[in-house]
């Protein structure tokens, strides 16, 4: 077996435990093993226990989720120096566990992946929240307490952030309530594969792509457009029998429209091309 099989079928069996026994930490360092095989992720698990050994003289003892999101804030962004990477928000390494160790840049999500891990193992009850357009976190025992990891920690409030979400979408969106919402882990996870797909496909490295595709596939078994996605990467990388299989599936699961108009040519562009 190869250790890209490998890879992913512990990353599967991790996604497949129950809700509450998924460890984030270590589905997030199999998902950056798919890019780094050789990753030792034991060792940067490690790492995160160290950061929380450090954090925890800080703490004092005191779980107050206000003080304990001060302390934590100011541990990982002001005497560590995580931020977020503004000057190359794209790059992928910003989405990859182990560069964000190593680099100490990150995006929202990674962030906030990197922030939750800490509190939990600091007895800090902390979410992801999946606001859109940009990833939080809150303290899973208040309603309004959320911290920005992208912006050095900071806390706000649900005005805030609704004040926010107006400004980054110019009033485009309007508020909802759930959009503050915590996020289950596999949609967390989820949505760090998505991230890194459409890093992917906007620089058309196919093969990439194609491995975050199969990776959410994992997390979310029943993701149709997903399906429709891998079908097309499988096209653009020349895969035409597994093309046909993933766009033929998608067709079953979508009623005939204008979204299934291109997937149909597609469908038989792919028959041609088998067919010669």
């Known amino acids: 077996m190869s250790d890209g099989s490998k890879i992913y079928r512990r990353f599967a069996r991790e996604v497949a435990a129950p809700a509450g026994d998924i460890d984030l ?12 095989p050789q990753l030792e992720i034991d060792d940067e698990l490690a790492h995160l226990d160290s950061l929380a050994v450090s954090a925890s003289g800080l703490l004092c003892g005191d779980r107050d989720p206000l003080h304990a999101a001060n302390v934590l804030s100011e541990f990982l962004f002001d005497e560590i120096g995580f931020r977020g990477n503004r000057e ?49 976190v809150r303290h899973r025992d208040l309603d309004d307490l959320f911290i920005d990891p992208f912006h050095g920690g900071i806390l706000l409030s649900e005005q805030e952030c609704r004040e926010r ?16 919402a ?6 967390f996870l989820a949505r760090m594969l998505r991230n890194l797909k459409g890093t992917y496909l ?59 108009e291109l997937v149909h040519q597609l469908v038989g562009r792919l028959h041609r091309l088998l067919d010669d």
């Not at 915590?182 to 949609?187: D, H, L, Q, S």
Request: charged share 20%; net charge negative.
């Open 165 to 180: 979400l107006q400004t980054v979408t110019q009033a485009e969106v309007q508020w909802d309530s759930s959009y503050v």
């Open 88 to 136: 190359d928000y794209y790059d992928p390494r910003n989405s990859f566990l182990n560069e964000v160790l190593s680099r100490r840049l990150g995006i929202p999500i990674s962030l906030s992946l990197l922030y939750v891990e800490i509190g939990k193992r600091l007895g800090v009850p902390l979410v992801g929240v999946g606001m859109p357009g940009h990833f939080l």
């Open 202 to 260: 906007a620089g058309q490295d196919y093969p990439r792509a194609l491995s975050m595709i199969d990776l959410m596939l994992t997390v979310q078994p029943h993701g149709k457009y997903e399906l429709r996605d891998r079908g097309v990467v499988h096209y653009r990388l020349g895969n035409y029998s597994e093309a046909l299989n993933d766009l033929q599936s998608f067709l079953t699961t979508v009623p005939s429209g204008s979204e299934t």
């Open 182 to 187: 915590p996020v289950a882990k596999r949609e």
């Open 25 to 36: 930490g270590r589905a997030a360092l199999l998902i950056a093993a798919t890019e780094y």
